[in-house]
Nanobody, 115 residues
């Protein structure tokens, strides 16, 4: 069983930076393509960034957010810069479903950005 535990969320002001972490346990993180999603109150969960053999970003975060991984530590990161109030959401770490790997979700970490 794979477990994903996110951390690093909190309260930030517009323009600030935060780095989210996702610790992968149960299997080696490098076995998975990874992604970050977010869900704002009343909204559906939406894609933020993905890391396969390439990186992919939602248009709304392109140029400001960076997804990366440290396979030695089994951690996936989401570096967020120039935060905007509309980034306020619960951010979730996710292992991407593929032919060889299952889909898992973390419990989420709250990010709140004030003006």
């Amino acid at each position: 069983q794979v477990e994903l535990v996110e951390s690093g969320g909190g309260l930030a002001q517009a323009g600030d930076s935060l780095r989210l972490s996702c610790v992968v346990s149960g299997r080696t993180a490098s076995d998975y393509d990874m992604a970050w999603f977010r869900q704002a109150p009343g909204d559906q969960r939406e894609f933020v960034a993905a890391l396969t053999w390439m990186t992919y970003y939602a248009d709304s975060v392109k140029g400001r957010f960076t997804i990366s991984r440290d396979d030695a530590k089994n951690i996936v990161y989401l570096q967020m810069t120039s935060l905007k109030p509309e980034a306020t959401a619960v951010f979730f770490c996710h292992t991407i479903l593929t032919k060889w790997t299952s889909s898992y979700w973390g419990q989420g970490t709250q990010v709140t950005v004030s003006t």
